[in-house]
Nanobody, 128 residues
Framework: QVQLVESGGGLVQAGDSLKLSCAAS????????MGWFRQAPGKEREFVAG????????IYADSVKGRFTISRDDAKNTVYLEMNHLKPEDTAIYYC?????????????????????WGQGTQVTVSS
């Protein structure tokens, strides 16, 4: 089993930055896909960013493109989400997700059903 633990959330003001971390442990895998999703109150979970564990394929939701960056540290089995120029509409619980399959299509990257393993989430609140 794979365990994913997110950290780095908090309360910030609009325009500020935060960097989320997702540490993987257990039966981790060298190949596959990892992603960040978020869920705001009263809304469905939505895709934010994703990356393959081999190569350097990354993909972003249009709403965060240019402001958020997904990266990884393979030695630490950790994936990061650096969030800049935060907006109140970025307020949500952010979840890390992982799957052993390597995805290349946008549809596969952005679908929550593509991911087998999920973290417990970390709250990000952006005040105006």
């Amino acid at each position: 089993q794979v365990q994913l633990v997110e950290s780095g959330g908090g309360l910030v003001q609009a325009g500020d930055s935060l960097k989320l971390s997702c540490a993987a442990s257990g039966h981790t895998f060298a190949k596959g896909t990892m992603g960040w999703f978020r869920q705001a109150p009263g809304k469905e979970r939505e895709f934010v960013a994703g990356t393959t564990l081999t190569g350097h394929s990354t993909i972003y939701a249009d709403s965060v493109k240019g402001r958020f960056t997904i990266s990884r540290d393979d030695a630490k089995n950790t994936v990061y989400l650096e969030m800049n120029h935060l907006k109140p509409e970025d307020t949500a619980i952010y979840y890390c997700a992982a799957d052993r399959w390597t995805y290349y299509s946008r549809d596969a990257f952005t679908s929550s059903s593509s991911y087998t393993h999920w973290g417990q989430g970390t709250q990000v609140t952006v005040s105006s």
